[in-house]
């Protein structure tokens, strides 16, 4: 069975930074893209940021700039490194990963993580 472990949300001040880290664990053959994706109270979930297996990177508009992804293939894990933060940038924070697993060589499926609370207070 396959699971992403999200960890590093918590309270920042604005302008303070954070770094969440996702790794995924199990019975995994290969990942794909991995990525983040955030909600707010009574907003639709976006796009934060996505990171190919090669390394090609995507960001949503309101965090280019500020915010940078990473993976570490060796580790199966994902970071968000998050710099001057906002209020606005409150909200559940989701790991993404599209994953093969070992058991169903041919089917990538889509994997979320249990979510990590990020509030920035001004």
């Known amino acids: 069975q396959v699971q992403l472990v999200e960890s590093g949300g918590g309270l920042v001040q604005a302008g303070g930074s954070l770094r969440l880290s996702c790794a995924a664990s199990g019975s995994i053959f290969s990942i794909n893209a991995m990525g983040w994706y955030r909600q707010a109270p009574g907003k639709q979930r976006e796009l934060v940021a996505a990171?190919?297996?090669?390394?090609?990177?995507n960001y949503g508009d309101p965090v280019k700039g500020r915010f940078t992804i990473s993976r570490d293939n060796a580790k199966n894990t994902v970071y968000l490194q998050m710099n001057s933060l906002k209020p606005e940038d409150t909200a559940v924070y989701y790991c993404?990963?599209?994953?093969?697993?070992?058991?169903?060589?041919?089917?990538?499926?889509?994997?979320w993580g249990q979510g990590t609370q990020v509030t920035v207070s001004s």
């Open positions: 990171i190919t297996s090669g390394g090609s990177r």
């Open positions: 993404n990963a599209e994953i093969v697993a070992a058991m169903e060589p041919d089917h990538v499926f889509d994997y």
